[in-house]
């Protein structure tokens, strides 16, 4: 059993909000329809064991969870030298390099690359759309509750 708590009912959202990205796919991630929790490492902090959980959870080294290349020219230059603890410390010390924001539904998380992602991830089916028949004659979508749209009521 893991240290981070999760649950498949919660959708967990680690960002920064020096990323750009991170700003953009939180308001994706505002948008579900799961309870939200969200983490801004700006200002929340998250402990050694968890990151290295979270790791563990993406399948990816604890080094690509982070943008390294925007660390000063000297760090970058002993990247090959750091053990874990090291990363731990840099990444404790400089939030802000987690451009790639984490999100964490029950035992599945992903390191978001776009925001296309984050719909892959989430894998929104419709089940959160408005499914009344106004909601389906004025919308893009298609008729999911097995009645039939104002559309097909005319044209019947």
Request: net charge negative; proline share 3%; charged share 35%.
């Amino acid at each position: 059993m893991g240290i981070l708590a999760i649950d498949d009912k919660e959708l967990i959202y680690i960002y920064s909000d020096q990323s750009d990205l991170g700003k953009k796919v939180l308001a994706y991630a505002q948008s579900s329809d799961k309870a939200l929790r969200v983490i801004n490492i700006e200002k929340e902090s998250i402990s050694d064991s968890i990151w290295l959980e979270i790791a563990e959870m993406v399948d990816k080294p604890l080094s690509e969870l982070f943008s390294l290349e925007l660390l000063d020219d000297d760090k970058k230059d002993n990247i090959p030298n750091y053990d874990t603890d090291d990363l731990l410390k840099i990444f404790k010390k400089n939030p802000s390099l987690l451009q790639h924001p984490i999100a964490i539904n029950g035992k599945k998380a992903i390191s978001i690359n776009d925001r296309f992602d984050f719909f892959t991830f989430y894998k929104k089916d419709g089940s959160n759309f408005d499914k009344s028949t106004e909601a389906i004659k004025n919308g893009e979508h298609l008729d999911t509750t097995g009645e039939k749209s104002m559309d097909n009521k005319i044209n019947s």
